[in-house]
């Protein structure tokens, strides 16, 4: 597993131990994004992609976080000590990983990976014109030569990269606002 890309938005300067978040590309095949680095009380760390656990209430079943005091459907007070305590510091677990490494050695490669990353993105933003790279993934720059061809075999029907899938019932050209109109892209704006 080669970490082929790790991108780096940086957090206002007023929070605390929120210092950014970042994308990390596996193999320039598969991106995990969202994760944090924060600042804890024995240095930065990588805190992975989650997100917040449920349970269903009792008197109608609606699904409510668990840190919710009362039914999002029928209003009925909740048990507010209804979280697991499986935490070692006996605080209660309220969130799950989206995903996450298997093992330590992982998790140290993906680390030293995105601490290097943000020394250099901090570097980056002291810079004049700092532009943050987080946001530009753009699936239509992106898209592999041989897409077509890879998705092939397994059934799935690609378009080019400037044709979007169909989705349903379309205008004809003929039918559709000449506002909307690719060729008119610009129309009626002084």
């Not at 082929?4 to 605390?16: A, D, M, Q, Y």
């Amino acid at each position: 597993m080669q970490i082929t890309e790790v991108r780096i938005k940086l957090c206002e300067e007023n929070n605390e131990r929120l210092l950014a978040f970042c994308s990390v590309t596996f193999d320039n095949a598969f991106v995990v994004r969202d994760l944090k680095i924060i600042e804890g009380t024995r240095g930065m760390f990588v805190a992975m992609p989650s997100r917040k656990l449920t349970d269903r209430c009792t008197h109608c079943g609606c699904k409510n976080h668990l840190r919710s005091r009362f039914c999002n459907n029928c209003g009925r007070k909740l048990d507010e000590a209804r979280a697991t305590k499986e935490v070692p510091d006996g605080r209660a677990k309220l969130h799950a990983d989206i995903a996450h490494p298997i093992h330590s050695g992982a998790r140290e490669h993906i680390q030293s990976a995105v601490a290097k990353a943000f020394t250099d993105e901090r570097e980056r933003s002291k810079q004049p014109g700092y532009i943050c790279r987080y946001d530009e993934f753009d699936f239509d720059d992106e898209v592999p030569a041989n897409l077509h061809e890879m998705a092939k075999p397994l059934g799935y029907k690609t378009h080019g990269p400037h044709q979007p899938a169909s989705r349903g019932n379309h205008l004809s050209d003929s039918e559709t606002p000449a506002i909307l109109r690719e060729d008119s892209f610009g129309t009626g704006i002084m």
